[in-house]
């Protein structure tokens, strides 16, 4: 595709109609050491990704997969990529892009608290250099793809106290650094990358306003092809099966529920307007504790109130958050399905 035909990234976010992930798949890490590249997809308990999936999703009403991929088992001391793990990754990408829909690309596990990438000014003088070669190689590799293609920095970056409430300028730093230094990388390879949308996201993804109200988005030589990503697992006690720190329940529904959903809704509106880029919900979603209903509940006010500012959500999908049967490739929970694409 001619780059002068690219998408904008707010026409992107707006052709977006539902989002959903393929998780715990490629993005998986830790235990296996082999050379069987294969078993780590499978390690955490999913069964290996496959087109029929990635139909089933389409089928329903999804048109933007995410596809979280971890890439720290799968390069040498040097930084250079296993050739064996950038075809698995192409071919996942290659399926979702062939059935006419959006793919998300990024770096996940590199991040977060397994992570090699800390959010700190001291972080990116260690491993900048590894992230620009790791970036370098993924951006020349698919620099030849089309706008329906997008890459995302860095997942949920926390600095090397992993305190997902940290808020001190020096994390903040880092993940400027980190941030800017993906912008640049993949603009610098050319081709379909000089208009390719980008998606960077603050401080270990989240919305509150400590961390927006600190974060910078990167500089780019492309005008209008930045998108910003967050992430919401709220309410926690709702979202998940252990959350010790909360009353867990399996309800959702109350006023404060609605207000807590309106306190993200400001948050990510205001800095929409203020920095005037389009945005999107990367990772929500709950746990099943048979409550269907409930899911569902949830599922279609927080879609439907992120719709009324323009942003859209990617469903969190794996293990008990999972609404497909991903050995069947299926439907299974088709309330909650309805609610996130209708």
Not at 24 to 50: C, F, M, V
Not at 94 to 106: H, P, Q, R
Not at 133 to 156: M, V
Request: glycine share 10%; proline share 4%; net charge negative.
């Amino acid at each position: 595709m001619n780059t002068h035909s690219f998408e904008s990234a707010k026409q992107a976010v707006a052709n977006i109609r539902a989002g959903i992930n393929a998780g715990n798949s490629l993005e998986a890490h830790g235990r296996y050491t082999g050379d069987d590249i294969s078993q780590y997809e499978t390690q955490w308990g999913e069964p290996p990704l496959k087109k029929e999936l990635f139909e089933a999703m389409a089928a329903s009403g999804f048109n933007a997969i995410r596809l979280p991929v971890t890439w720290k088992h799968h390069f040498d001391e040097q930084g250079t990529i296993d050739p064996a793990w950038l075809a698995r990754v192409q071919r996942a990408v290659d399926e979702v892009l062939s059935l006419g829909l959006y793919c998300i690309i990024n770096v996940h596990h590199d991040g977060g608290e397994a992570s090699w990438v800390i959010a700190s000014k001291e972080g990116y003088d260690l491993k900048g250099g590894l992230f620009k070669r790791l970036w370098a190689q993924i951006a020349e590799h698919f620099k030849g793809y089309s706008d329906k293609l997008l890459f995302e920095g860095l997942n949920e970056p926390i600095n090397a106290l992993r305190d997902w409430g940290a808020d001190d300028p020096d994390s903040m730093e880092g993940v400027r650094l980190f941030n800017q230094c993906f912008v640049d990388t993949v603009r610098a390879s050319g081709g379909n990358n000089s208009q390719r949308n980008l998606i960077v996201m603050p401080y270990a993804g989240a919305y509150s306003k400590g961390r927006l109200g600190s974060f910078e988005m990167p500089k780019d030589t492309a005008q209008g092809h930045m998108i910003f990503e967050v992430h919401s697992y709220d309410p926690e006690g709702f979202s998940w099966h252990k959350a010790p720190w909360t009353v867990v329940r399996d309800g959702w529904g109350t006023s404060e529920d609605y207000g807590q959903l309106a306190y993200i809704k400001s948050e990510i509106s205001g800095f929409m307007e203020k920095w005037n880029v389009p945005a999107i919900v990367g990772e929500f979603g709950s746990q099943d504790k048979n409550n269907e209903g409930a899911r569902a509940l949830h599922a279609a006010a927080f879609v439907g109130a992120m719709r009324e500012i323009g942003v859209k959500c990617f469903w969190w999908e794996c293990g008990d958050f999972c609404v497909f049967d991903r050995k069947k490739c299926v439907v299974k929970f088709p309330e909650i399905v309805k609610a996130l694409t209708e």
